[in-house]
């Protein structure tokens, strides 16, 4: 069974950064992507990046320029730069995990952001 532990959340001042950090245990099939979503008090999840096992990239417009995903295949490790942080950016954030051309996905149990303004 995989399971997916966040870390790295906190509060932050506007303009600041925080790295947030996804270890899974257990491994996971490929080809798969990992990433990380946000989930704002009376708002849908939303995806934040993405990252498959091959290095590929996704962010949506609003993170885009600000955010930066990685990972580290070798520790099963994903990881999330955020700078220049907006209090918009406040939510919890889960770490994801997906098995391409699979239902087959796994999630962290979210890690707190917070940014002041």
């Known amino acids: 069974q995989v399971q997916l532990v966040e870390s790295g959340g906190g509060l932050v001042q506007a303009g600041g950064s925080l790295r947030l950090s996804c270890a899974a245990s257990?491994?996971?099939?490929?080809?798969?992507?990992m990433g990380w979503y946000r989930q704002a008090p009376g708002k849908q999840r939303e995806l934040v990046a993405r990252i498959t096992d091959i290095g590929t990239t996704s962010y949506p417009d609003s993170v885009k320029g600000r955010f930066t995903i990685s990972r580290d295949n070798a520790k099963n490790t994903v990881y999330l730069q955020m700078n220049s942080l907006k209090p918009e950016d406040t939510a919890v954030y889960y770490c994801n995990a997906w098995v391409v051309g699979t239902t087959t996905a796994y999630w962290g149990q979210g890690t707190q952001v917070t940014v002041s303004s």
């Open positions: 257990g491994s996971i099939f490929r080809p798969n992507a």
